[in-house]
């Protein structure tokens, strides 16, 4: 049986990763758009880099919790049938031994380089702008999706989606596109679906079953149940 599970901020966040907004929707003064946008980096690069340089130092305040390390276990036993798909910039998938992971909005850890194209792994500040390790180009920028740009590995998602047996949503919010739109693509390639989330999500309608509660307590449980 082929799976292929979709995952959200829901499941990070019962691993203490700092939300994007806080309370009042703002980041020192700043709306999340006006910070996580090419316009916005062409307007005030410093304010973006040190947005991103403070969410990346966080991720070493964090570790992998019991959701992330049943779906490594899962993959572990079922091999290149499971396919996670994150919408996370975080990497705590990887710490808890996945290897199967899209990264569709880009990674934290990572910094792309506007001269070359090239991506570095990185775990240090951006805002002192660091040469490219490949070009030697001071262009570096984080390494991650914002509003208004295509989300990575579009083809390799809807590959997976059209030949998968079960399609699985953790943690996610059902509310953004395109992400949003996979359990649709799923049911027209006639796959089971399965959401898990804390709360009902905006599209929990369109799911086969949905089952609501943390991640850390459902996703261990349906993981036993795949490998009974």
């Not at 309370?23 to 980096?41: I, K, Q, S």
């Not at 001269?115 to 390790?133: E, I, M, Y």
């Not at 989606?161 to 949503?169: E, K």
Request: with cysteine.
């Amino acid at each position: 049986m082929k799976i292929t599970v979709l995952t959200g901020a829901g499941i990070s966040a019962e691993s203490g990763v700092p939300t994007f907004r806080d309370a009042n929707g703002l980041w020192e003064g700043h709306r999340v758009e006006d910070v996580a946008t090419p316009e916005a980096y062409a307007a005030q690069p410093d304010v973006v880099h040190r947005f991103y340089d403070e969410r990346r130092a966080a991720l070493a305040r964090v570790e992998p919790n019991a959701a992330h390390r049943a779906l490594a276990r899962l993959e572990r036993a079922v091999g290149d049938d499971l396919l996670v798909i994150t919408q996370n910039v975080d990497d705590l998938h990887e710490r808890a031994g996945s290897t199967r992971v899209l990264h569709m909005h880009g990674q934290l850890r990572s910094a792309l380089c506007v001269a070359c194209g090239a991506r570095s792994q990185w775990t240090g500040d951006l805002s002192h702008r660091p040469p490219c390790p490949r070009c030697g180009a001071v262009e570096l920028r984080p390494d991650v999706v914002w509003f208004g740009e295509i989300p990575y590995g579009m083809d390799l998602i809807a590959a997976a989606i059209a030949r998968t047996d079960l399609f699985v949503s953790i943690g996610t919010s059902g509310a953004v596109y395109p992400a949003a739109g996979f359990v649709q693509h799923a049911f027209r390639a006639g796959a089971r679906s399965l959401e898990l989330n804390l709360v009902p999500s905006s599209g929990t309608r369109m799911f086969d079953v949905a089952r609501h509660g943390p991640a850390t307590e459902l996703v261990p449980a349906w993981v036993a149940e795949v490998l009974e």
